[in-house]
């Protein structure tokens, strides 16, 4: 499985910005599908993740502000932000894995595919 991401940028603190991972060489339906984040110097971050039946869980850091979905039609996975904080900043990565365990699912060890990452800078 291939990913894509797309979407990332240069924002101010309480801006939106709508993150897209495109995949594609596989069964996209099957696969739980993640998203993550990572600044230099850390280790990377869970941040939502949606299982292949369409279940979503967000981590408290970005709980009622981000929200993940996914368009199996589509083949995608998306990630709308809003309210965008400093902290926010950091390189985001999708990830594709199988299976629906969700605490293995909110580590990075739960996915097996991984996009390049995009840029998501907030900055005043």
């Known amino acids: 499985l291939q990913l894509v991401e797309s979407g990332g940028g240069l924002v101010q603190p309480g801006d939106s910005l709508r993150l897209s991972c495109a995949a594609s060489g596989g069964s996209f339906s099957g696969y739980a599908m993640g998203w993550f984040r990572q600044v230099p110097g850390k280790e990377r971050e869970f941040v939502a993740l949606v299982t292949s039946g369409g279940s979503t869980v967000h981590a408290d850091s970005v709980e009622g502000r981000f929200t993940i979905s996914r368009n199996n039609y589509k083949n995608t996975v998306s990630l709308e932000m809003e309210s965008l904080k400093l902290e926010d900043t950091a390189v985001y990565y999708c990830?594709?894995?199988?299976?629906?365990?969700?605490?293995?699912?909110?580590?990075?060890?739960?996915?097996?595919?991984w996009g390049q990452g995009t840029q998501v800078v907030v900055s005043s």
């Open positions: 990830a594709a894995g199988r299976g629906s365990h969700i605490a293995t699912k909110r580590t990075a060890r739960g996915y097996a595919y």
